[in-house]
């Protein structure tokens, strides 16, 4: 099996982005969004983020005869190039426009199907936490379904607490879903 390696994203990523993403809005397990993403689209979202608000993607290197995929073929975008391929990223964005709430940012983290349950999302989060601490953030916050019990795992694995739950917080697909509502201080930066 090869190895997972945590990385900023890069604009050649953006379609491996894009298609990991897409896997989650097909799955509606993850997001309300219906509307899949482009490379495109991608690839002006990345260059919208600012130090401040870090992308980083979980790439693997070498063959994973475990993923049904041996030859590499998948969401790779441009790491393929690189000899990687990306299995999953992690986003900060920003929180509010108001200036009391820049040093908090709204994360989202997503993996390549077949990658699910390996630890990739953990690597994410606990590499986007640190981000997040070197770009000098103080609180990370997100929204997850209330019955992504694999989400949530990975959230209290990571140090997140939840807060509560938002009740029929929007529609997906005509149903009305509650999602539960996470946070994690990063302590090094509050004084």
Not at 14 to 40: P, V
Not at 68 to 76: I, T
Not at 112 to 131: K, P, S, W
Not at 134 to 159: D, H, I, M, P, T
Request: aromatic share 6%; glycine share 12%.
């Amino acid at each position: 099996m090869g190895e997972i390696r945590i990385r900023p994203a890069a604009a050649a990523d953006a379609a491996a982005i894009a298609e990991i993403y897409n896997q989650g809005i097909r799955a509606r397990i993850a997001t309300f969004e219906t509307d899949e993403r482009t490379a495109g689209e991608r690839r002006a979202w990345l260059a919208a983020h600012d130090a401040r608000h870090p992308v980083i993607v979980a790439v693997l290197t070498g063959d994973d005869p475990g993923s049904g995929n041996p030859e590499g073929r998948g969401p790779e975008g441009g790491a393929r190039e690189r000899g990687e391929r990306v299995v999953g990223w992690a986003a900060a964005d920003g929180y509010r426009p108001r200036a009391c709430y820049a040093g908090v940012a709204e994360f989202s983290v997503y993996v390549a199907e077949g990658h699910q349950g390996r630890g990739v999302g953990t690597l994410l989060l606990d590499e986007l936490i640190a981000a997040a601490e070197r770009a000098g953030l103080w609180k990370l916050v997100s929204r997850v379904f209330v019955e992504n019990a694999a989400s949530r795992r990975a959230c209290a694995r990571a140090g997140f607490r939840e807060v509560g739950v938002y009740e029929k917080h929007a529609q997906l697909d005509g149903v009305w879903r509650d999602v539960v509502i996470v946070e994690r201080l990063i302590p090094a930066n509050l004084t």
